[in-house]
């Protein structure tokens, strides 16, 4: 019979010790940098590219974007941004290498740990760029600096196929600074659900992007083969007032504003842009943005606006008398019943948990965000008096709603109790036979 070669071995020493070097790691275990392996990890590869050109657009530097999905079954991304340096790195043992290929061959390397690049940026981990080429079969990155083209092309995994080089001036009429990079997914890795990208999903990508910054033109071109030549061009001039009135155009607003405020911290490096507006159904949806990344397990700065949201609506409703002495004090829910709120904020050295990034946990912008909603949401319900009514009569309707099925839920065990003492609401009155049910 022969031995299982799986099984370990009493002899284990330092010769079973790996070291993965390079972008190994992420071919090894892709989902620990993009999620899974399935259709979720194919469309993050752009999400990461994306994020690099939208980190241009926050540091002020980038206007517009381009994703296009090519009839070969890749995807390019362009921005205007400043481009990716592309001059020798200077020190360590990258020196002498450019800039470029440093950004997408070594993981944690990146402009986003500090230095003058950039003062807010989603993309902090310095994995993004690279992720994408260590998963990609074929990636060909094209930079644009001070009207110079630079190109260089990876293949295998990230393997670069030669040095960076000088192609010549960038095309005319087109940008003068900018990057490009053009992605391939190897199908070798995306074997569970293939490596199709779904058009539909990167377009509602893209336009929260392009709510999220305000004025930023995004634009999406579908030129797979089979397929209708598609574009979409998204830019909104309102920002996050024009995404919650997105988010509320199936619904039926309870009224037409939207509250709006934005603030900023200097000295912490933070900066908030919220909008706010209740309709009239019952879901609660507040979606929390840190530096462009939804976080969808929310975080500080969405715990800072729920906390904040109570305490102001309450102050507001008995400063009016609409809550009498005698009445409770509204809960968070009661208020969020029917809120669609977007809840985007900036900040340097964001902590996100885990790589996918969906919880903040800066724990300075939970009480930057509540300071700022409870003097600039008291000052719009003063100034909007109409609104202000509406939305706290709908709160009282919830607080009653909910007030009911808590006396429903516990008359429910007494009623059972009765039923238990009395099976049997038919037995006749007159009977003188004894009755061991009664209580």
């Known amino acids: 019979m022969s031995a299982d070669t799986n099984k370990p071995t009493a002899d284990y020493g330092a010769k079973d010790i790996q070291v993965l070097e390079g972008l190994d790691p992420v071919r090894k275990r892709p989902g620990m940098y993009i999620g899974s392996t399935g259709l979720a990890g194919l469309?993050?590869?752009?999400?990461?590219?994306?994020?690099n050109a939208v980190d241009e657009a926050m540091a002020g530097f980038c206007t517009r974007i381009g994703v296009t999905l090519l009839p070969d079954g890749g995807c390019r991304v362009d921005d205007n941004g400043r481009g990716?340096?592309?001059?020798?790195?200077?020190?360590?043992?990258?020196k002498g290498k450019s800039a470029a290929e440093v950004v997408l061959t070594v993981l944690h390397a990146g402009g986003k740990f500090g230095g003058e690049g950039y003062k807010v940026s989603g993309g902090l981990h310095g994995v993004g760029v690279s992720v994408v080429n260590a998963l990609s079969e074929r990636l060909l990155l094209e930079v644009d600096r001070a009207g110079r083209r630079y190109q260089q092309e990876y293949a295998k995994g990230g393997k670069p196929q030669g040095k960076i080089t000088d192609v010549?001036?960038?095309?005319?009429?087109?940008?003068?600074?900018?990057?490009?990079?053009?992605?391939?997914?190897?199908?070798?890795?995306?074997?569970?659900e293939g490596t199709e990208f779904v058009s539909r999903t990167v377009l509602e990508r893209l336009q929260t992007m392009a709510f999220?910054?305000?004025?930023?033109?995004?634009?999406?071109?579908?030129?797979?083969?089979?397929?209708?030549?598609?574009e979409v061009t998204y830019q909104y001039k309102g920002g996050v007032v024009d995404f919650v009135k997105h988010l509320n155009a199936?619904?039926?607003?309870?009224?037409?504003?939207?509250?709006?405020?934005?603030?900023?911290?200097?000295?912490?490096?933070?900066?908030?842009?919220?909008?706010?507006q209740w309709n009239t159904g019952y879901y609660e949806g507040i979606h929390g943005y840190a530096n462009g990344i939804s976080t969808i397990e929310g975080g500080m700065h969405v715990d800072g606006f729920k906390t904040a949201l109570t305490t102001v609506v309450n102050k507001y409703a008995r400063a009016k008398n609409l809550l009498k002495e005698?009445?409770?004090?509204?809960?968070?829910?009661?208020?969020?019943?029917?809120?669609?709120?977007?809840i985007a904020v900036k900040l340097r050295d964001p902590q996100f948990e885990g790589q996918t990034k969906a919880k903040l946990g800066n724990v300075?912008?939970?009480?930057?965000?509540?300071?700022?909603?409870?003097?600039?949401?008291?000052?719009?319900?003063?100034?909007?008096?109409?609104?202000?009514?509406?939305?706290?009569?709908k709160a009282q309707a919830a607080a009653q709603a909910r007030v009911a099925a808590k006396n429903a839920r516990n008359a429910t065990p007494a009623?059972?109790?009765?039923?238990?003492?009395?099976?049997?609401?038919?037995?006749?009155s007159t009977s003188s036979a004894p009755d061991s049910t009664r209580c």
Request: glycine share 6%; proline share 7%.
């Open 43 to 51: 469309h993050h590869l752009i999400w990461e590219v994306v994020d």
């Open 84 to 94: 990716i340096p592309v001059d020798p790195y200077p020190s360590g043992p990258h």
């Open 168 to 192: 010549g001036p960038s095309p005319s009429r087109g940008r003068v600074n900018g990057t490009s990079v053009s992605f391939w997914p190897d199908p070798t890795v995306f074997v569970a």
């Open 212 to 230: 999220l910054n305000r004025g930023l033109e995004i634009v999406f071109r579908d030129e797979r083969e089979g397929r209708e030549l598609q």
């Open 250 to 276: 199936s619904k039926e607003a309870l009224f037409s504003k939207v509250a709006h405020y934005e603030d900023e911290d200097n000295d912490g490096g933070q900066t908030l842009d919220i909008a706010i």
């Open 326 to 342: 005698k009445d409770e004090n509204f809960l968070g829910e009661d208020i969020r019943e029917g809120i669609t709120a977007i």
């Open 364 to 393: 300075p912008m939970r009480s930057f965000v509540q300071k700022a909603t409870n003097e600039r949401l008291a000052e719009w319900l003063e100034e909007n008096p109409v609104e202000a009514n509406r939305m706290v009569k």
């Open 415 to 428: 009623i059972h109790a009765r039923r238990r003492c009395f099976p049997s609401a038919a037995r006749s």
